[in-house]
Structure formats: structure tokens, C-alpha cells
């Protein structure tokens, strides 16, 4: 007899959060459910605690990868193998919190949608406040019954703010939805950024989906896993820019095949791609060294969208400089921020979109300039920087700070202030 849920969770070198992801299932008191633990080939004893608790209980099945194929993967692994009527994904480092099975299920049973949202509680560990704010603020948006062209608009359309999270997690779906999008999706070794690509295939398929936010079900460790601000590697980042852009491919590819000529699918490819190059950036202005992200800048702006990554940098640029206004604390130095400053003003000269020329370049301008206003001395050089603040009819455009910015960056920030 079918389960009514199969659980699935994929695991690589998970020995010590393992256990809690599984006694967070076991614990639900909820006998109709499987648990299928896909291990991606661990080097650990990661494969030796899933059988430990596959020998106490029967409702456990251990899919045993041959090599490490990364996340993408064994989500298709378990798909295939998932014998229930809804699936979940449950992440090895997360847990579903008490009674989440039993609060789903008559809304499952009842619900003729084929994707169900649940509620998220997101618990950060070494990661900024702010970071588990916008996370779970974004989960927490109900929007009741989504449709049509919403169902791809609302998680990756930039227009719309990301306005619906497209985690994999947190939701229930249809095994018969899962399976035929799993169908459609490539087998290729995804490890980053596969979310975005599995759910829009998915939600591309769905006839709807119901928010029911009022069921908080899963616990998201944020920074538990690959998650966080740890610091890392050059080619721990060149690993994550590859595995980027294997996912655009991939969705280019499922695009190309299924629905060439569908306007709102290209928009929301072109939102996950800008998305993308946002966790990036973010990551090596978080996580690498000065020189390693000039490094890496200036690779990605000489091999992806370069005026979407400048625009990305001008971003961290805007909140480095208002942190270090804020609390006076920041990884750069005002000298470093303005470096980056010119860098990405340089680029958006180039191009001929005023969205993205506009977006981040006045704030960053405008922080940048508080920062040397901040701390001018009129007897030690500073006079004429101050003149200018006094006299521009836009203190944001001001910013010829430190002799940094030349005058062709002043000009076209001028230029494009609304």
C-alpha cells in the first residue's frame, strides 16, 4: 500500500545534523509516511547512521549513490523512487518541527492544487539578522491561490520583488506533478542554485498553489550547512560561480524545448539569472578577501552580463558603506569601496539601460559621500571636496571622493539622477 507522504532527504557528509533531520520525521507520530534517504556517495558515516536507523524502522529506505553527483541528482533519485502520494524535501541539516504531517494532511486531502506552501521558521546561526528577516518575511507572504502566469511572476520576477520564495523545501507537491517534472529536467550534476531550477520546472507544470502559512512545518538552519559567512576559497567560489551557470543552462535548455516564444517564462529566466549574479557578488564581498574579490570581479565582468554584475557590485558598495556609516565597522576600507565604486561606474557608462545605470549607483554615491563628509578636516586638503558637497544641487552626485571617482563617473551620475 502507497504511503500518503514520502520524505525525502538528500545527504552528503551529514553524519552529525543527519539524525536530527530524521527524528524530526520520525518524531511526527504519523505512521503513513516513508523516508528516503539519498546518500550522495559521503565519505563520513553519514551511510552508516541512515542504516542505523533504517535497521529500527521500516519505513526507511537508503538509496545509495555510486559517486557524488551533487544535490540535483539525488533529489531525481528519490523522486523516482518516492512510492507516496505527496512528496516533501527535507534538507539533512533542517528539521520539520511537531506535527507538521498531521496538520497537512486534511488540507492535502482536500486541496485540488498540486503544490502546497507551508510556514518557515528560520532559525541563523553565524549569518546576519537581517539575512533571517528577509527570509522568513518572504515566506510569510500568503497569496491565498496562485495561478497561470503567477506561479513563475511571483517567485522570480524582479518587477515583482521575489515576492514568493521558490525553496524546494517547505512545500508539499503532487508525487504525480513531481515525477512528470522530474521527467523534464536534465540529469546533470547541480549543487547550487538547484532550487531555482527545479521549482521552475515544476511551478511551470502546476495548475495551482495553495499558501497556507498558518501550518509553520519546517525549520530552516540558515548557515548550517553550505549556507552562511564563513570564509571561502578562490576555487571553492569558481566551483560556485560553475555550478551558476550550469543552472541557467539548464533552464535555458529546458525554455529552448518546451516553450521558446512564452514571454513570462524569459522574464522569469532572466530574474533567476539576476538573482544569481546577486548571491555571487554577495558571497565574494562576504566571503573571500579584497584581492580575491577583485579577482573574481573582474572575471565575471569580463565573461557574464558585465553591467549586471557592476550593478551588483554598486549593491554591496550601498550597504558596505552604509554599515560602516551605521556602525562603523566594515570588512572594506573606504579607500577599498571606492575602488569598487569606480570599477562599476566605469561599466554602467557603457550601457544603454537606465534601470540599471539608476539603481544602486546614486546610494552607493550618496553613501560614500556621507562616509568622506563624515570625517572632512577644512585645514587638511578636503576643502575643495567640501565646496562641492555645498554647492551640487544633488549631494548623491557629489561624489568625487578622495579623487577616486573621475569626472566622467561624476558626469554620468549626474546625468541619470531622477
Known sequence: MEPFFSIIISAFNAEKLLPRAIESVLNQKYSDVEIIIVDD?????????AKKYAKDNSNIRILKQHKNTERHRAH??????????????????????????SKLTPVLME???????????????NVPKWDVDNIENQAKRDFGTVSGVDLLRLPYDE????????????????????????EKMVDWELGCGEDS?????????????ETHNEIVGYRYYLGAGGTGTSAMT????????????????????????ENPHNAQWKKSAQGIKNMLYNFLIHDAFGRLTYEETQEVVDFLLQTQDAPKIA?????????????????????????????????????????????????????????LWDLLSSTLDKDTGFLEQQR????SQSQALASIVLNKIDAVSYTHLRAHET
Not at 111 to 125: Q, R, W
Not at 234 to 257: C, G, M, T
Not at 388 to 391: F, K, Q
Request: hydrophobic share 40%; aromatic share 12%.
Open 41 to 49: 556517495k559521503s565519505t563520513d558515516n553519514t551511510l552508516t547512521v
Open 76 to 101: 531525481l533519485r528519490g523522486i523516482q523512487a518516492a512510492r507516496g502520494k505527496w512528496i516533501l524535501f527535507l534538507d539533512s541539516d533542517d528539521e520539520l518541527l511537531p506535527n507538521t504531517l
Open 111 to 125: 486541496t485540488n492544487s498540486e503544490i502546497i506552501h507551508f510556514g518557515l521558521e528560520v532559525i541563523g546561526e
Open 159 to 182: 518587477e515583482y520583488g521575489y515576492a514568493q520564495d521558490f525553496r524546494m523545501t517547505h512545500h508539499a507537491y503532487s508525487a504525480s506533478l513531481l515525477k512528470k517534472a522530474a
Open 197 to 209: 531550477y527545479e521549482y521552475f520546472i515544476t511551478a511551470s507544470l502546476a495548475n495551482s498553489l
Open 234 to 257: 578562490l576555487p571553492a567560489f569558481y566551483k560556485l560561480a560553475n555550478q551558476y551557470d550550469l543552472v541557467l543552462k539548464a533552464l535555458d535548455k529546458y525554455i529552448s524545448q
Open 311 to 367: 550593478n551588483e557590485v554598486m549593491r554591496e558598495v550601498r550597504d558596505a558603506a552604509y554599515e560602516k556609516l551605521s556602525t562603523g565597522k566594515s570588512k572594506y576600507s573606504f579607500e577599498e569601496l571606492t575602488n569598487y565604486f569606480c570599477k562599476a561606474t566605469k561599466i554602467l557608462q557603457e550601457t544603454t539601460s537606465l534601470e540599471i545605470k539608476k539603481n544602486y549607483a546614486s546610494s552607493a554615491a550618496l553613501h
Open 388 to 391: 562641492l558637497l555645498e554647492n
